[in-house]
């Protein structure tokens, strides 16, 4: 039986450009990656999943990919590569590469040849050329289509510069089943699928009404297809034996839904080992709704073989502290209770590490780290504040470089003067080397309840008041985090608590106990 280390275990999301510098030019890299292993070993993380570092003109963050099979030069080179997997190893810390299969970048070889041969050509049929735009909008907002000096126009559900591949091509997905079989030749543990409920759109292309659908099935996303194209990436997966390392290949698919019952079919056995739980986070901080959400998911995982990782935060959503402090950002000029957030965000990750199966945390997550609304317009770099003339302000805010010590900036992430992403001034306190020092930091709770979390085990709902998340997760082990206004008393032996206990568990505070 293999390990499928993967069911229960703690994943940390790297974005390799802000992680850490080790070559000195202001942008993140393996280098640096390699120099901070020690970091992620001391927090206890199993795996490290690397958002893109594959040649790309970066025009969106790398998930614009140039060639799905090296890695660019400003993060290192495939050596560099191999050499973090096999320190890695050595740590006991697997490797996920993340592996973009919806489109790629406009700089793609493929797409400038289709560009180069014309209409009708079988390099044009990689893509989708039409000669008539329909009437599909860019998730990043503005058309999903882009005209070619001969007037054909390509389809780009994301920027202009990433064209989706044509999946119904059979060259595609021959194409990426070698991607994958690279990377996991190489001894990646892992695979994460971005935009997964993509890949396929309906053959007809057809308009959609205003407003678009927003649920499943739409013409271009959750077709029916990828569950037979995910049977045949579980096949590869599980062909590879534990021999490069041991325990068994899994993927982890970015599957998003707006109502958790729409990620149903691929909830059966056969398919995508685990599809993200995306569910907790865009759950508002009520404890009814939360109950709601951990109910439906344990429920549609409980039913299948497939895990659902929870997840608080990643490079796409606002950060836990701004979000709890002040709801979804909705403008720059957002009030943000920050201490609210905070306190908020450190009982959420101890009910994000005592819930059943695997989590995900993402780099800054275990910091608490705030989202960084005042970047100024001339340092924006994601596609979607562009496209939407700076309407949505964009994902840039939480992917601002790791302040790793030191009282200024770049707080020791680069040799350089300045950062990719301009860092924030009052990060001081919020350094990795501040919080190692500091028993009550967010990064001292991270590392404490991702050793003491309880791994295995059942779950049960107990019953402590409206207002109040409590459970059971067998061997005496009790999660409660306090939403009420009232203090509650503390029953049985304190594991951890995510903040003081003041004659009790006061107001958006949790508290692991054993009885
Ligand atoms: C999801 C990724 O997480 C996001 O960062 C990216 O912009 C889109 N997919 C498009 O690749």
Same mark, same amino acid.
């Given at each position: 039986m293999l390990s499928q280390w993967w069911r229960d275990a703690v994943v940390y999301q790297v974005y390799p450009r802000s992680f850490a510098d080790g070559s000195g030019? &202001?942008? &993140?890299?393996?280098a640096g990656a390699l120099a901070? @292993? =020690?970091?992620?070993?001391? @927090? /206890?993380?199993?795996?490290?999943?690397?958002?893109?570092?594959?040649p790309s003109p970066l025009a969106d963050g790398g998930y614009d990919v140039a060639d799905y099979c090296d890695v660019d030069p400003r993060f290192g080179t495939l050596a560099d590569f191999d050499a973090f997997v096999a320190a890695a190893a050595g740590h006991g810390i697997r490797v996920i590469v993340d592996i973009v299969p919806n489109h790629c970048s406009s700089a793609h070889p493929a797409f400038q040849a289709a560009l180069e041969a014309g209409p009708g050509s079988p390099e044009r049929d990689l893509f989708i050329f039409r000669d008539q735009p329909n009437n599909w909008q860019s998730i990043f907002g503005g058309p999903a289509w882009t005209q070619v000096a001969? &007037?054909?126009?390509?389809?780009?559900l994301f920027d202009s510069s990433q064209p989706d591949w044509n999946w119904r091509n059979p060259a595609v997905p021959a194409m990426f089943e070698k991607v994958i079989r690279f990377w996991l030749d190489r001894g990646v543990a892992g695979l994460r699928v971005d935009v997964a409920h993509g890949l396929f759109k309906d053959p007809d292309l057809p308009d959609v009404p205003d407003?678009?659908?927003? %649920?499943?099935?739409? =013409?271009?996303?959750?077709? =029916?297809?990828?569950? /037979?194209?995910?049977?045949?990436?579980?096949?590869?997966? %599980?062909?590879?034996?534990?021999?490069?390392?041991?325990g068994e290949r899994t993927a982890v698919g970015e599957f998003w839904g707006t109502e958790i019952t729409h990620l149903e079919p691929y909830f059966r056995p056969g398919g995508m080992p685990q599809a993200f739980n995306f569910f907790l986070f865009q759950t508002a901080w009520d404890a009814a709704a939360l109950r709601h959400t951990i109910t439906t998911s344990i429920g549609l995982a409980a039913e299948s073989d497939v895990v659902a990782p929870w997840v608080i935060s990643n490079h796409d959503v606002v950060r836990p502290v701004t979000r709890y402090g002040g709801g979804p950002l909705?403008?720059?000029? @957002?009030?943000?209770?920050v201490a609210l957030g905070t306190r908020r965000a450190r009982a959420a990750a101890l009910l994000l590490l005592a819930l059943p199966g695997s989590a995900y945390v993402y780099q800054g997550e275990e910091l608490g780290l705030p989202e960084v609304i005042d970047i100024p317009d001339a340092f924006r770099d994601d596609p979607v504040f562009h496209r939407t003339g700076g309407a949505r302000l964009g994902r840039d805010g939480c992917r601002v470089p790791i302040p790793w010590s030191g009282a200024s900036k770049p707080y020791g992430?680069?040799?350089?003067?300045?950062?990719w992403l301009p860092q924030p001034t009052t990060w001081g306190p919020l350094t990795v080397e501040a919080?190692?020092?500091? =028993? /009550?930091?967010?990064?001292?709770?991270?590392?404490?309840?991702?050793?003491a979390r309880p791994r295995g085990g059942g779950f049960a709902w107990l019953d402590r008041g409206d207002d109040v998340i409590a459970f059971t997760r067998g061997d005496g082990f009790t999660c409660v985090v306090n939403l009420s206004a009232e203090t509650l008393p503390v029953e049985g032996e304190v594991i951890l608590a995510s903040g003081p206990l003041e004659g009790g568990l006061p107001q958006d505070t949790a508290v692991w106990l054993r009885s």
């Amino acid at each position: 039986m293999l390990s499928q280390w993967w069911r229960d275990a703690v994943v940390y999301q790297v974005y390799p450009r802000s992680f850490a510098d080790g070559s000195g030019d &202001g942008t &993140g890299d393996f280098a640096g990656a390699l120099a901070r @292993l =020690p970091y992620l070993a001391d @927090l /206890g993380v199993e795996a490290v999943w690397f958002s893109p570092f594959y040649p790309s003109p970066l025009a969106d963050g790398g998930y614009d990919v140039a060639d799905y099979c090296d890695v660019d030069p400003r993060f290192g080179t495939l050596a560099d590569f191999d050499a973090f997997v096999a320190a890695a190893a050595g740590h006991g810390i697997r490797v996920i590469v993340d592996i973009v299969p919806n489109h790629c970048s406009s700089a793609h070889p493929a797409f400038q040849a289709a560009l180069e041969a014309g209409p009708g050509s079988p390099e044009r049929d990689l893509f989708i050329f039409r000669d008539q735009p329909n009437n599909w909008q860019s998730i990043f907002g503005g058309p999903a289509w882009t005209q070619v000096a001969d &007037g054909q126009w390509y389809l780009h559900l994301f920027d202009s510069s990433q064209p989706d591949w044509n999946w119904r091509n059979p060259a595609v997905p021959a194409m990426f089943e070698k991607v994958i079989r690279f990377w996991l030749d190489r001894g990646v543990a892992g695979l994460r699928v971005d935009v997964a409920h993509g890949l396929f759109k309906d053959p007809d292309l057809p308009d959609v009404p205003d407003p678009a659908p927003s %649920d499943r099935p739409s =013409p271009w996303f959750h077709r =029916p297809e990828l569950i /037979g194209h995910y049977a045949s990436w579980r096949a590869i997966l %599980d062909s590879y034996s534990p021999d490069v390392f041991p325990g068994e290949r899994t993927a982890v698919g970015e599957f998003w839904g707006t109502e958790i019952t729409h990620l149903e079919p691929y909830f059966r056995p056969g398919g995508m080992p685990q599809a993200f739980n995306f569910f907790l986070f865009q759950t508002a901080w009520d404890a009814a709704a939360l109950r709601h959400t951990i109910t439906t998911s344990i429920g549609l995982a409980a039913e299948s073989d497939v895990v659902a990782p929870w997840v608080i935060s990643n490079h796409d959503v606002v950060r836990p502290v701004t979000r709890y402090g002040g709801g979804p950002l909705a403008a720059r000029d @957002l009030d943000v209770d920050v201490a609210l957030g905070t306190r908020r965000a450190r009982a959420a990750a101890l009910l994000l590490l005592a819930l059943p199966g695997s989590a995900y945390v993402y780099q800054g997550e275990e910091l608490g780290l705030p989202e960084v609304i005042d970047i100024p317009d001339a340092f924006r770099d994601d596609p979607v504040f562009h496209r939407t003339g700076g309407a949505r302000l964009g994902r840039d805010g939480c992917r601002v470089p790791i302040p790793w010590s030191g009282a200024s900036k770049p707080y020791g992430f680069t040799e350089a003067e300045s950062t990719w992403l301009p860092q924030p001034t009052t990060w001081g306190p919020l350094t990795v080397e501040a919080q190692q020092a500091d =028993p /009550g930091s967010t990064l001292n709770l991270y590392k404490r309840a991702i050793a003491a979390r309880p791994r295995g085990g059942g779950f049960a709902w107990l019953d402590r008041g409206d207002d109040v998340i409590a459970f059971t997760r067998g061997d005496g082990f009790t999660c409660v985090v306090n939403l009420s206004a009232e203090t509650l008393p503390v029953e049985g032996e304190v594991i951890l608590a995510s903040g003081p206990l003041e004659g009790g568990l006061p107001q958006d505070t949790a508290v692991w106990l054993r009885s």
